[in-house]
């Protein structure tokens, strides 16, 4: 009987992705919206200081994450043509290092020799990638996939906080954004952990800390400083 494993390392790049950018949808629209309610400001006042920071963070999070991914894509490739032209130029000393490498993981000179031989044979770029580089399939650079994932994660993050603003009675729109909100970070975080394989609690207790902490001083700023619109 074929032995089936599920691993969940395949989703690093886009549930990162996901998950900061639906952190961030949620966490920064509740805390504008609780940082402008608390200037005793309209509730159509707040509303548009929402909207305009779904819009704002959504293009940020996707231009953030393109930009920084793409640079991450554009080592990864500069590695591999360095690695590429090193294969043409100097084969022997290539499968020298793989060798190494494999010696260094437990095989013996002589099957890691042997292991060397037939991988480069197979597929030279893709085992100094793998092994020598480190650069899989799975965890490669994927820069437009980051984006939508970061950007349209944080536009449903955003619209939570939002649709509890048009929901909630205007004399309560503080303490229902507040605590949906906390409720919805807590539900992201133990979300992430089931599809990353990681503890429920912990992943639920870390996300729900830093929202509540950034709400906290956000409405306490308003308050501070605010003026009635």
């Known amino acids: 009987m074929r032995h089936s494993e599920r691993h969940k390392t395949h989703r690093t790049g886009w549930l990162r992705a996901a998950v900061l950018g639906a952190n961030d949808g949620i966490v920064s629209t509740a805390s504008l919206v609780l940082g402008v309610a608390a200037t ?128 909630a009675p205007a004399s309560a729109i503080m303490e229902a954004v507040a605590g949906s909100s906390l409720f919805f970070l807590a539900l992201l975080g133990l979300v992430a952990a089931r599809a990353g394989g990681s503890p429920l609690l912990v992943s639920a207790a870390r996300v729900t800390f830093w929202g509540a902490l950034a709400m906290a001083l956000t409405a306490g700023v308003g308050a501070l400083f605010g003026v009635a619109a």
């Open 40 to 167: 005793k400001a309209s509730t159509q006042a707040i509303l548009i200081a929402g909207v305009a920071s779904l819009v704002a963070g959504a293009m940020s999070m996707a231009a953030g994450e393109y930009v920084s991914v793409s640079s991450q894509a554009d080592t990864e490739n500069a590695d591999l043509a360095r690695e590429k032209t090193e294969l043409a130029d100097n084969p022997g000393q290539e499968h020298a290092e793989l060798t190494a490498i494999y010696m260094q993981r437990g095989l013996d000179e002589s099957l890691a020799s042997q292991v060397a031989t037939q991988l480069m044979a197979r597929d030279a770029l893709g085992a100094h990638a793998r092994d020598e580089l480190g650069i899989s399939e799975t965890l490669a650079a994927k820069p437009v996939q980051a984006a939508f994932a970061s950007a349209g994660m944080f536009a449903a993050g955003a619209l939570l906080p939002l649709a509890v603003v048009l929901l």
